[in-house]
């Protein structure tokens, strides 16, 4: 609780700031640190993963600095999606033995650019509007608690006991029916125009309300995705958390997983 109130402390001022470049030197640390426990993850040495996390900070830097936080990526977020959903099929297969199997800078590289461009997503997504940057953060944050409860009271089928053990198929529904009862309350917030942006979820209505729920499974598919994918991971290197850089709380990649496949996924939904 300590940890989370001090980031929180510096968080919620960047975030409701009036310009986007505090909240873009916030989140560009925090990618730092997770792409030097991403090179931690795969092989390098500290020495070599600080250097990995550092350069990596750079070269955001450097796309950020020549415009491109103000260009249209509809062609990645499209190309990350299926990259995603890619290796939802493929390394939840295979398994641990199978993600090892690869070669280490292929390791690194892939995961790097994916870290990117959640980055990216993230700060983009905060450029759409303030409602529409919390609305995919609830998303994720509801289906992780509510996936979590409903495991807890009627998990009996294992999703994934290789690579999570702790996770269930009651846990996912848990989270799917969670978002479902979220939707409801954003598209109010909408409607009494809170903020000035619609939501994610106001977007998604937009198409009509099959491609709606469809879009928030999916989401929420993917949010699970993205935790399990780092399970495997960390589970292919043997470490129980990715660092112990938040004391209680793990490493930073712990606490995002879930998110680097949505806020992505999100993009392209909302600039379909």
Same mark, same amino acid.
């Given at each position: 609780?300590?940890?989370?109130?001090?980031? !929180?402390? *510096? !968080?919620?001022?960047?975030?409701?700031?009036?310009?986007?470049?505090?909240? $873009?030197?916030? +989140? /560009?640390?925090?990618?730092?640190?997770?792409?030097?426990?991403?090179?931690?993850?795969?092989?390098?040495?500290?020495? +070599?993963?600080?250097?990995?996390?550092?350069? *990596? &900070?750079?070269?955001?830097?450097?796309? =950020?600095?020549?415009?491109?936080?103000?260009?249209?990526? @509809?062609?990645?977020?499209?190309?990350?999606?299926?990259?995603?959903?890619?290796?939802?099929?493929?390394?939840?297969?295979?398994?641990?033995? &199978?993600?090892? $199997?690869?070669?280490?800078? =292929?390791?690194?590289?892939?995961?790097?650019?994916?870290?990117?461009?959640?980055?990216?997503?993230?700060?983009?997504?905060? /450029?759409?509007? !303030?409602?529409?940057?919390?609305?995919?953060?609830?998303?994720?944050?509801?289906?992780?608690?509510?996936?979590?409860?409903?495991?807890?009271?009627?998990?009996?089928?294992?999703?994934?006991?290789?690579?999570?053990?702790?996770?269930? =198929?009651?846990?996912?529904?848990?989270?799917?029916?969670?978002?479902? !009862?979220?939707?409801?309350?954003?598209?109010?917030?909408?409607?009494?125009?809170?903020?000035?942006?619609?939501?994610?979820?106001? @977007?998604? =209505?937009?198409?009509?309300?099959?491609?709606?729920?469809?879009?928030?499974?999916?989401?929420?598919?993917?949010?699970?995705?993205?935790?399990?994918?780092?399970?495997?991971?960390?589970?292919?290197?043997?470490?129980?958390?990715?660092?112990?850089?938040?004391?209680?709380?793990? &490493?930073?990649?712990?606490?995002?997983?879930?998110?680097?496949?949505?806020?992505?996924?999100?993009?392209?939904?909302?600039?379909?």
């Amino acid at each position: 609780m300590i940890t989370a109130l001090i980031l !929180l402390a *510096f !968080l919620l001022p960047a975030l409701f700031y009036p310009t986007i470049e505090p909240f $873009a030197v916030l +989140a /560009l640390l925090v990618i730092v640190a997770a792409g030097w426990e991403w090179a931690r993850l795969n092989g390098c040495t500290d020495l +070599a993963a600080k250097a990995v996390g550092l350069g *990596f &900070g750079l070269a955001l830097g450097c796309v =950020w600095f020549a415009g491109g936080l103000a260009l249209s990526w @509809r062609p990645l977020w499209l190309a990350v999606a299926a990259c995603w959903v890619l290796l939802a099929v493929v390394m939840l297969r295979r398994g641990v033995p &199978g993600w090892s $199997a690869w070669s280490a800078p =292929w390791r690194l590289g892939l995961g790097l650019v994916l870290i990117a461009c959640a980055w990216l997503a993230l700060v983009q997504a905060r /450029l759409l509007g !303030l409602g529409f940057l919390l609305s995919v953060l609830t998303l994720v944050w509801m289906a992780d608690i509510c996936a979590y409860f409903g495991g807890k009271a009627f998990g009996r089928h294992k999703l994934a006991p290789t690579v999570s053990p702790g996770k269930s =198929w009651e846990g996912v529904f848990g989270g799917m029916a969670g978002v479902l !009862l979220l939707a409801p309350g954003w598209l109010w917030i909408d409607a009494q125009g809170v903020f000035a942006q619609p939501s994610l979820f106001s @977007r998604l =209505w937009a198409w009509g309300p099959v491609l709606a729920v469809l879009g928030g499974v999916f989401l929420v598919a993917m949010s699970v995705v993205g935790d399990l994918v780092e399970s495997l991971v960390k589970r292919s290197a043997g470490m129980k958390d990715s660092s112990q850089l938040l004391p209680g709380h793990g &490493g930073v990649l712990d606490r995002v997983d879930a998110l680097l496949p949505v806020l992505p996924l999100a993009m392209m939904l909302a600039t379909f």
